[in-house]
């Protein structure tokens, strides 16, 4: 656990360590992660790009997570996310970045298709994690089995609501998402989480210090030999 002043300062300090991954291992597969907490991050590893400290031009990234029922172009999909907040300005392949479809015709098979790209691809190096004000990984929302894959989930009512401020009035909110499992999290090399902000602590205080369960899905990570918690102050608070 990595307590540090700010949010400026968990970004950088996040951003330093896919930056020392790639430049370790050029073809890294990198899991990434959606919500504000790592845009900061991303722009990191753009200016790392710009500055060609660092490629993207042979890596392959898995995201998370993606609201079932939006299409890729939606402005509130998790595709479009990446591609406005990281990939539109790296040097990435964008056929070699995968986001679970949204607007898959068969979702179960496409939770499975997910699965097999993943271990096609040797399986994942770093995974970045943000969390849910109730702890959720991903979008594994309390009562995730710990063991859990790629499936669908419902999204719980806090956490509808903890992003209903992403949508327009008049716009369409998906209660459904296709989210890596649990397991599929677990069996990442390195997991690097991302948490900033008083409304984030008791989440950290129950992934930390809590017991391992179901309640807090983010506590799977005691089980990880590799995770870090790179936190600020504020979400370090009641720890
Ligand atoms: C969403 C995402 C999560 C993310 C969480 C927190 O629910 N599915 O992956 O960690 O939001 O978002 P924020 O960083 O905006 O607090």
């Known amino acids: ?7 400026a300062e968990v970004a950088a300090y996040g951003a330093n360590i896919f930056i020392k991954q790639l430049q370790k ?8 992660a959606t919500g504000s907490t790592p845009v900061s991050l991303y722009r990191g590893l753009i200016e790392a790009c710009d500055a060609k400290l660092i490629s993207f ?6 995201n998370l997570d993606e609201y079932l029922g939006l299409k890729g172009t939606h402005p509130q999909s998790y595709r ?6 990281l990939f ?3 040097d990435i392949i964008k056929a070699q970045t995968y ?15 997910y699965e097999e790209k993943i271990k096609a691809a040797g399986g994942i190096d770093i995974q970045l994690l943000g969390i849910g004000r109730n702890g959720h990984i991903g979008f594994n929302e309390p009562s995730s089995g710990l063991m859990s894959r790629t499936r669908v989930k419902t999204l719980t009512k806090a956490t509808i609501e903890d992003n209903a401020r992403f949508f327009r009035d008049d716009e369409y909110q998906p209660h459904l998402s296709i989210t890596m499992g649990i397991g599929t999290i ?6 690097v989480l991302l948490a900033t902000g008083e409304n984030k602590a008791d989440a950290i205080l129950a992934t930390v210090e809590g017991p391992l369960m179901a309640a807090c899905p983010a506590s799977a990570l005691q089980l990880h030999t ?9 979400a370090a608070s009641k720890l």
């Open 80 to 85: 479009y996310f990446m591609n406005e907040q």
């Open 88 to 90: 539109n300005h790296i």
């Open 99 to 113: 986001v679970p479809p949204g607007d898959a015709e068969n979702p179960l098979e496409a939770c499975v298709g």
């Open 25 to 32: 291992k050029a073809n890294s597969v990198l899991g990434l």
């Open 1 to 7: 656990i990595v307590i540090l002043k700010d949010s």
């Open 57 to 62: 031009k042979d890596v392959t990234s898995f």
């Open 226 to 234: 590799d995770a870090v918690l790179v936190i600020d102050e504020a």
């Open 186 to 191: 677990l069996d990442a090399k390195k997991v």
